[in-house]
């Protein structure tokens, strides 16, 4: 149970600024960076750095080290029992020494005497306190958020509704509406066809801003819509789209982007390595691209770049 618990903790989106910015804890895996297989490690080459990602043989990631020069880095640390996380260590370096003051800690701790809680508690490395999470679960489901840090308590409620095939969950900042996630979902012969996510962002309470996104049945994610709010309409507006267009094993061909009357197209070409995972990735007409350099733990093979 406890397992479970720590997994539904991880894929909550944090609603509130740590300070630093919004985020979204959970446990990562292999498939999460486009990877499948026993994945070892795996070096990511961009135009801006490299990205470098460690993984245990349960396919769960230990480290994440994002590069932006020879001697500026930061690296994040998972800490895990079995499948369990226990700790996120975020460590900053520049100029090659570490820089403790804006390098942090997440610490996971689960109170089960009464009801089920489950404590974060985040603090920097010189040991100041900078924000405590309470998560209150029930039946498996998290139904409140307890923010506490030295400005006060926030208290974020949760609340579900399942209605004519469609699942909405809905956060309530100290009784303001945050947030709605309204979740469609299409079979056929117990097959899934498609999926629908609209996310509906509130300001003190008020609409502001959407995002739908559609999925197919391999969970490719095939459109993505942006609103915003025309308080003068009462109507939401459409920003932006974006499409994908897929192979069949699922490999993306190509997207399109459209904005007014702004139109950009890209198509994307890749190589393999023997495992089915891409090791170059080039995008057109930029003619930008990316390569990785990938290990396996069944294999003392390791893939290179040509």
Known sequence: MVKNYIVILLVVIFLFPLGLSSQEIRI???????????????LVSTNYGKEEYDFNEGGLLTKAVTRYNETDYDITYY???DEA??????????DNIFDPASSIANIYTI????????????????????????????NDTIRKIVRTNNEGVDETLIFYETLKG??????????????????????????LISKTVLTKKYLEGEPNAAVEEVFDGRTNLISKIEFFYNSKTNQFTKVGEVTYVYDASGVLLASKFKKGKLEEKKEYVYQFDPFGNWIKEIITPDNTYKTR??????????????
Do not use: P
């Open 28 to 42: 990562f895996k292999v498939e999460d960076f486009d990877l499948q297989g026993k994945v070892k490690s795996c």
């Open 166 to 191: 469609e699942t909405t969950k809905t956060y309530e900042l100290n009784g303001v509406l945050k947030e709605s996630i309204r979740t469609s979902v299409k079979k056929e012969n117990d097959s």
């Open 85 to 94: 996380l226990l700790e996120k260590r975020l460590e900053n370096y520049r």
């Open 293 to 306: 350099k990938i290990t396996y733990y069944d294999s003392q093979e390791e893939v290179k770049n040509e």
């Open 111 to 138: 109170d089960s005497t009464k009801n089920t809680k489950i404590i974060e508690k985040i603090v920097s490395y010189e040991k100041e306190f900078l924000d405590q999470y309470e998560y209150h679960i029930s």
């Open 79 to 81: 800490k895990y029992s």
